[in-house]
T-cell receptor, first 113, second 114 residues
Framework: DAKTTQPPSMDCAEGRAANLPCNHS???????VYWYRQIHSQGPQYIIH???NNETNEMASLIITEDRKSSTLILPHATLRDTAVYYC??????????????FGQGTELSVKP | GEEVAQTPKHLVRGEGQKAKLYCAPI?????VFWYQQVLKNEFKFLIS????????ETGMPKERFSAKCLPNSPCSLEIQATKLEDSAVYFC????????????FGPGTRLTVT
């Protein structure tokens, strides 16, 4: 699985957009970008994923560069409850992978009033 | 149920004692995953099951750790002769399919070995 690089921490003002970057320069053509987050020692929670097109759901948007070497998770209107560690994970979806998640260090996002 | 349930919430064991953790997956989910989080951001995959069969055990320490998922019972993770380094939060996740984005995590069991 491709290695990812994320900034260790970021701050964001409440109500503003939070843009969390992830570098994955060695990503393979069949690898997806997944984002999970962990709020204060709770179990991780899935946010969004994509292959090459930009994606949006009720939680966030995912922007993947054309060369797929980096991506950005966007929380459009961050709230205090979005304070969490955000993990960018790059992996294949082949069934024999086993679906196990390989977490990196993540980005600790602090949303401030 | 609609949530993954893990018991106990906290477990304290003296070094050398046995620890047993339980996980009840979401009803209808065939896959169960165990992860260990030692430090704040360091997750390690341990083992996964498809129903009662081991699906992937590549992360499982060969000694002292064992796990089971038996029909009509919660899944369990057992650590024989615990060591200080086993202190961690152990998360269980379940999934209906082997899809990365469909894993639902439980609240975790915090194991403290003293």
């Amino acid at each position: 699985d491709a290695k990812t690089t994320q900034p260790p921490s970021m701050d964001c003002a409440e109500g503003r957009a939070a843009n969390l970057p992830c570098n994955h320069s060695t990503i393979s053509g069949n690898e997806y970008v997944y984002w999970y987050r962990q709020i204060h020692s709770q179990g991780p929670q899935y946010i969004i994923h994509g292959l090459k097109n930009n994606e949006t759901n009720e939680m966030a948007s995912l922007i993947i560069t054309e060369d797929r070497k980096s991506s950005t998770l966007i929380l459009p209107h961050a709230t205090l409850r979005d304070t969490a560690v955000y993990y960018c994970i790059v992996m294949v979806r082949e069934w024999n992978q086993g679906g196990k998640l390989i977490f990196g260090q993540g980005t600790e996002l602090s949303v401030k009033p | 149920g609609e949530e993954v349930a893990q018991t106990p919430k906290h477990l304290v064991r003296g070094e050398g004692q046995k620890a047993k953790l339980y996980c009840a997956p979401i009803k209808g989910h065939s896959y169960v995953f165990w992860y260990q989080q030692v430090l704040k951001n360091e997750f390690k995959f341990l083992i996964s099951f498809q129903n009662e069969n081991v699906f992937d055990e590549t992360g499982m320490p060969k000694e002292r750790f064992s796990a089971k998922c038996l029909p009509n019972s919660p899944c369990s993770l057992e650590i024989q002769a615990t060591k200080l380094e086993d202190s961690a939060v152990y998360f269980c996740a379940s999934s209906q399919r082997v899809e990365v984005h469909e894993q639902y995590f439980g609240p975790g069991t915090r194991l403290t070995v003293t």
